[in-house]
């Protein structure tokens, strides 16, 4: 349930002061795969609020945001998990936020979503973004969207 996704983010955070109080060496070992199978029960259940903590707690988490890859994770697993567009665009828009571009992975797991919910305006939007250059895709999604309209534009 949605609160038992804020409970186990409580318990991580938790956890994550009582290490660092005690000098844990976060070079070692980490919250890696713990926080992406956080994220995905979040996504399964609902609970935009909770991964959107998550990424905001990152730095108390010692998550390392510097990956390219940091959102488009994110956003895979919530995919992933059958979450709907309203769970991705905020994590898609914090990106561009971060990163002043939208990197591939990121548009590549939005348009899966949107494709899957037959969101033709949201698909349209990410071909424009690319075209504006504000977002990098591989020239082969981009023609996959591009065929995808086709079928469903006029």
Not at 69 to 80: D, P, Q, S, T, V
Request: charged share 30%; aromatic share 6%.
């Amino acid at each position: 349930s949605p609160e038992d996704a804020e409970r186990a983010l409580d318990l991580m955070l938790a956890d994550a002061a009582v290490r660092t109080e005690q000098g844990f060496d976060w070079n070692c070992d980490g919250y890696g795969q713990t926080f992406l199978s956080l994220i995905s029960a979040a996504g399964r259940v609902g609970a935009d609020a909770v991964t959107l903590r998550v990424v905001s707690s990152a730095e108390e988490l010692h998550i390392n945001t510097g990956s390219k890859e940091f959102y488009g994770n994110i956003m895979r697993k919530l995919a992933g998990a059958g979450a709907g567009s309203s769970s991705l665009e905020p994590l898609f828009d914090l990106e561009k936020e971060a990163r002043d571009v939208h990197t591939h992975m990121a548009l590549h797991e939005l348009s899966r979503v949107y494709r899957r919910e037959e969101h033709v305006t949201g698909v349209q939007s990410l071909v424009q973004l690319v075209e504006d250059e504000q977002a990098v895709a591989k020239d082969k999604l981009v023609e996959e969207l591009k065929l995808w309209l086709s079928k469903r534009v006029q």
